[in-house]
């Protein structure tokens, strides 16, 4: 009831899943930090204050207690957020309680821009910048995308591929989820 569809609800029949990944865990690294800092603040604070004052230091705790439940809600955020590529379509669903899912189609892609920093190089994650003709939309740009060799390449492949090989392709791929279907259809 509360979690999250999975992406793959979200996908059509005819749509074959190319690429599905979260987003790179280097993208909570700042939240750490916040949240590191503001307990070690917090925790300074508190040898900071006299030994009989109950109120300041409860107030203090409660601080500390809603720094760790925000925390926990990016990391829950981080993980039910998924970047899904078909081979029709972006697709990117985010949110714990309210869910949003932002989708372009691949025919509207007209660039593609990989970035990847120093320290994106080192731990493996990478920005794409999708462009699209004539406006910006929702997925213009995606951070934090893991394994971006391999993203790239799969993206490159169906936006600037052979449209001919690709369809032969799904429609073997289709063939072979039909006989499958049907060999468990009669058993």
């Known amino acids: 009831m509360f979690a999250p569809k999975d992406p793959d609800e979200y996908l059509l029949e005819s749509e074959r899943r190319v690429i599905r990944v979260r987003r790179h865990w280097a993208c909570l690294v700042w939240d750490l930090f916040e949240a590191f800092g503001l ?12 030994g009989g004052s109950t109120l300041p230091m409860n107030v203090l705790w409660y601080a500390g207690l809603i720094v760790l439940l925000r925390f926990t809600y990016q990391i829950l955020s981080w993980y ?72 790239e390449e799969a993206i490159s492949g169906l936006v600037f591929g052979d449209k001919k090989a690709q369809q ?20």
């Open 39 to 50: 307990l070690a603040g917090l925790v300074m604070v508190s040898y900071l204050l006299p």
């Open 168 to 187: 032969d392709r799904f429609s073997m791929l289709k063939a072979r989820r039909a006989a499958v279907g049907r060999r468990k259809a009669k058993l």
């Open 80 to 151: 039910v957020e998924r970047i899904v590529v078909t081979d029709k379509r972006f697709l990117i669903t985010t949110g714990v309680f309210d869910i949003n899912v932002a989708m372009m189609p691949i025919t509207k892609v007209t660039d593609l821009t990989f970035r990847r920093t120093l320290l994106g190089r080192m731990l493996g994650y990478g920005t794409l910048i999708v462009e699209s003709a004539g406006q910006i939309q929702a997925l213009n740009r995606i951070e934090y995308v893991p394994n971006p060799d391999r993203v």
